[in-house]
C-alpha cells in the first residue's frame, strides 16, 4: 500500500477551511479537518501544504507534443515584425555556425507585416544552407530555394513555392513532418524535458493531436521512464485504417503504460486557419481540405470502429460544414478551434452534444489578424461566453506549440481576453473563472473528494479567486500528482 497524507490544505470549490487528505493506492480516501488524520505508517509520504490549494490536475485539450518539445530548441522568431527583422534574425544565428544541415525558426505570423515574406530574404541568409520558417500557426512554412531543394525527395515530391518562398497546408504539414524525422533517442530526451515542464505547470494529461500518430511512440516513452504526463493519443485520416486494424477504440487503455497512455480520438482537419488566410468562410474564401460526402464517410467510418471525432475548423463555413457533418452521422466528439461561428450555429453544439474545444491564447495573437481579416465579424469571433450561454461542453487547451503549454495562459486568455497591457478584445465573450477551470479539469470537475484518482495540483492561490489574467498567467504550483504520484513537487 503506497499512502500519502497531505496536511492542512484548502480545497479548490470549498469555503477554504484547511483539511487534511488521505491518498491510498492513487485515489483519495478520507478527507478531514486539519490535524485529524495521522500516518497509517512509517512509510507514509506526509506532505506539510501549510494551507496550499488543492485541485484536480489540469489538462490540456489540444497539443502536438513531439512539434512543441523540438520549437523549444528552433530559433523563435516571433517577435519580429516584419520579413526583413526575421531574415536578419535568422542571418546572425547562421553566422555562429550552430545550424547543422537547415537551419529552422519557429514562430512567423505574417498577417500584420507591412510587405510579404519573399523567398530571396532567405536566400540572403545562407545560399548553401537549408532554411525554414514554420508559421505560428503551423500552417505555412517559409523556404529558401535550397530548403525546397533539399526537402523534395523527403516528401516525395516537388515542391513550389512562388517568389514568396511560402508553402501552405498540406505541403507545410508535410515539410514539418519532415523535420520532426530525428532519431527516436533525441525527439524522446526532448519530449522528457516537455514533460517536466508540463507537470510544472499542473498538467497532468494531454490530448495529442501530433500528425504522425503517437500511441507505440508514447509506450515506448513511459515505458523508458518519461512518466510525467497521461496522454491521450490521436489518429488521422492516413493512418485511421491501421488504428481500425489494431482494433483501437478510444479510451482504450495501452497495454504496459501503467494506465498513462489512452487512444485518443480521430482527427481530421476540414479547413485552414486564420493567421495563413486559409481559413473557410461564408464568402467562398479559404481553403476546404474535403468535400461534405467524404468527410461524413470518413466520420462514419471512424464512429463505427469505436474512434471519437475530433474535427477543425476555423472559419464560419468550416464550422457550419463540421456540425452539418456530425449531424449526418449522428455522432458526439469536438469541434477544433471554433474560431468564427454563424449565430445560428451556437445552439447547436449543445444540441448535438458536440464539444468546443478551444484556446484562448489563440485571441490574444490573433486579435490584430482578425481585426484586420475578418473586419465586421470579430463580434462573433472566439466566441467563448456565447458558447457557454448556449450550452456547449467548452474544453480548454493550447494547441502548443501555437502557444505555450500552459493552462494557466488559456485560462488567463479566456478570463481576460487582453493581454501585454492593451485593453480587453470583445470582453462580453470574457468567461467566468469557475468555467475556464471546469474547461482544464478532467470531466469538468472543480474540487477533490473521496473517491477520486488523485490527479491533483497543489497551488498557492485559490484559481477561482480572481478573473485578473496577470494574476492567473503566473499561478504558481505547489505540486502536481498522478494517481498520489508527484510529478513535480515545491512543498
Excluded at 497532468?204 to 515506448?220: A, C, Q, S
Amino acid at each position: 500500500m503506497k499512502e500519502v497524507l497531505l496536511r492542512t490544505v484548502r480545497r479548490v470549490g470549498t469555503s477554504g477551511a484547511p483539511s487534511d487528505v488521505r491518498i491510498v493506492d492513487g485515489r483519495v480516501t478520507a478527507v478531514a479537518p486539519a490535524g485529524t488524520l495521522d500516518p497509517s505508517d512509517a512509510d507514509t509520504d506526509v506532505v506539510e501544504a501549510a494551507g496550499a490549494w488543492l485541485g484536480p490536475g489540469l489538462v490540456d485539450h489540444h497539443v502536438h507534443f513531439d512539434q512543441w518539445a523540438l520549437v523549444r530548441r528552433r530559433v523563435d522568431v516571433s517577435a519580429c515584425d516584419s520579413a526583413e527583422a526575421t531574415a536578419d534574425l535568422l542571418a546572425g544565428v547562421a553566422r555562429t555556425g550552430v545550424a547543422d544541415r537547415v537551419l529552422v525558426g519557429h514562430g512567423y505570423r505574417d498577417g500584420m507585416w507591412p510587405r510579404p515574406a519573399r523567398r530571396a530574404l532567405l536566400d540572403g541568409v545562407d545560399p548553401r544552407l537549408p532554411v525554414v520558417v514554420i508559421s505560428g500557426d503551423l500552417h505555412a512554412v517559409w523556404c529558401n530555394a535550397a530548403a525546397l531543394e533539399h526537402f523534395a525527395p523527403l516528401v516525395g515530391r516537388t515542391l513550389v513555392a512562388g517568389d514568396d518562398g511560402v508553402l501552405r497546408e498540406q505541403d507545410a504539414f508535410d515539410v514539418t513532418g519532415a523535420l520532426s524525422r530525428v532519431p527516436d533517442e533525441v525527439l524522446d530526451g526532448f519530449v522528457a524535458d516537455a514533460v517536466e515542464a508540463a507537470a510544472a505547470r499542473g498538467v497532468t494529461r494531454v490530448r495529442d493531436l501530433e500528425m504522425v500518430f503517437g500511441l507505440d511512440r508514447w509506450t515506448r516513452r513511459v515505458q523508458a521512464g518519461t512518466d510525467g504526463l497521461r496522454v491521450d493519443s490521436g489518429v488521422y485520416p492516413g493512418e485511421l485504417e491501421s488504428a481500425i486494424a489494431r482494433g483501437l477504440r478510444t479510451g482504450d487503455v495501452v497495454p504496459g503504460t501503467r494506465g498513462l497512455v489512452r487512444m485518443g480520438p480521430f482527427k481530421v482537419i476540414t479547413d485552414g486557419s486564420l493567421g495563413t488566410r486559409t481559413a473557410a468562410m461564408t464568402d467562398g474564401s479559404g481553403v476546404l481540405a474535403y468535400a461534405f460526402e467524404d468527410l461524413v464517410a470518413m466520420v462514419r467510418r471512424a464512429v463505427d470502429a469505436g474512434l471519437v471525432p475530433a474535427v477543425h475548423a476555423i472559419g464560419d463555413r468550416a464550422n457550419t460544414l463540421a456540425l452539418d457533418v456530425f449531424e449526418a452521422v449522428g455522432a458526439r466528439g469536438t469541434i477544433e478551434h471554433a474560431q468564427l461561428l454563424a449565430d445560428t450555429d451556437l445552439e447547436r453544439f449543445a444540441r448535438l452534444g458536440v464539444a468546443a474545444s478551444v484556446q484562448p491564447e489563440h485571441a490574444m495573437d490573433d486579435r490584430d489578424i482578425a481585426d484586420r481579416y475578418w473586419a465586421g465579424m470579430t463580434d462573433r469571433a472566439f466566441p467563448f461566453a456565447s458558447l457557454h450561454r448556449a450550452g456547449a461542453e467548452l474544453l480548454l487547451g493550447s494547441d502548443a506549440p501555437v502557444a505555450p503549454l500552459d493552462p494557466w495562459v488559456s485560462m488567463a486568455a479566456a478570463v481576460g481576453r487582453d493581454r501585454d497591457g492593451r485593453e480587453p478584445w470583445h470582453p462580453a465573450e470574457r468567461l467566468a473563472a469557475l468555467t475556464a477551470w471546469r474547461g482544464s479539469t478532467e470531466g469538468g470537475r472543480v474540487g477533490v473528494s473521496v473517491g477520486d484518482v488523485a490527479d491533483i495540483v497543489l497551488l498557492e492561490a485559490d484559481p477561482l479567486a480572481t478573473s485578473d489574467s496577470t494574476t492567473v498567467r503566473s499561478t504558481r504550483v505547489l505540486g502536481t500528482a498522478i494517481a498520489g504520484r508527484f510529478t513535480h513537487r515545491d512543498v
